[in-house]
C-alpha cells in the first residue's frame, strides 16, 4: 500500500512526557499500543529526568528507528488503523502537520493509546509521532492518499 509512491519515510520517533502521578510502565505501553508488533520487540527507550514549572520531576521518552523499512512499517501500522475522519483531517491539513523539513507531526491521545485506540488530540496528554520523509509535500499527500 505505502510503497509505490516516491515519497519515502526515513524515520520515526515517538515521545511522551511522563509526569510524577503517571506509571511509567502504562505509558510505555501506550507507546507501544501505537507501533508494530515487530518494531516493539526492537525498541530501545531514551529516557531524560527535567523538571517543571513547580519543581515537579517529569521524565522524557523517546524511542526512535532510523530505519527507512521500520519506519514505513510503523506508518503502514499506524495509518491503517487511524480513523478515517483523522486520516482525511491530517491530509485536508496538512500544512498543519508537515514542516518545511518535511516532518510529519502526529498528537495522539495518550489515555486512548493506552487503550489500544489512535486518535488526533489537540490536548496535552499526548504522544507525539514524527515521521521524516524524502520527498515533496505533494508527494507525501499522495503517499497519505
Do not use: C
Request: avoid cysteine; hydrophobic fraction near 40%; charge should be neutral.
Amino acid at each position: 500500500m505505502f510503497t509505490l509512491q516516491q515519497a519515502k519515510v526515513t524515520s520515526v520517533e515517538y515521545a511522551a512526557f511522563i509526569h510524577a502521578t503517571e506509571d511509567y510502565n502504562k505509558v510505555i505501553k501506550a507507546i507501544e499500543n501505537l507501533m508494530p508488533p515487530k518494531l516493539r520487540e526492537r525498541k530501545s527507550v531514551a529516557v531524560e529526568e527535567t523538571y517543571g514549572h513547580y519543581d515537579n520531576p517529569i521524565r522524557i521518552v523517546k524511542i526512535t528507528f532510523r530505519n527507512p523499512e521500520y519506519a514505513l512499517q510503523a506508518l503502514a501500522w499506524l495509518w491503517g488503523r487511524m480513523l478515517d475522519l483523522d486520516k482525511a483531517y491530517l491530509i485536508e491539513n496538512l500544512d498543519l502537520h508537515l514542516d518545511d523539513k518535511m516532518r510529519l507531526y502526529l498528537r495522539l491521545d495518550k489515555q486512548d493509546a493506552y487503550l489500544g485506540l489512535l486518535r488526533l488530540s489537540s490536548g496535552d496528554d499526548i504522544i507525539k509521532v514524527k515521521f521524516s520523509f524524502k520527498g515533496s509535500k505533494d508527494e507525501i499527500r499522495e503517499l497519505l492518499q
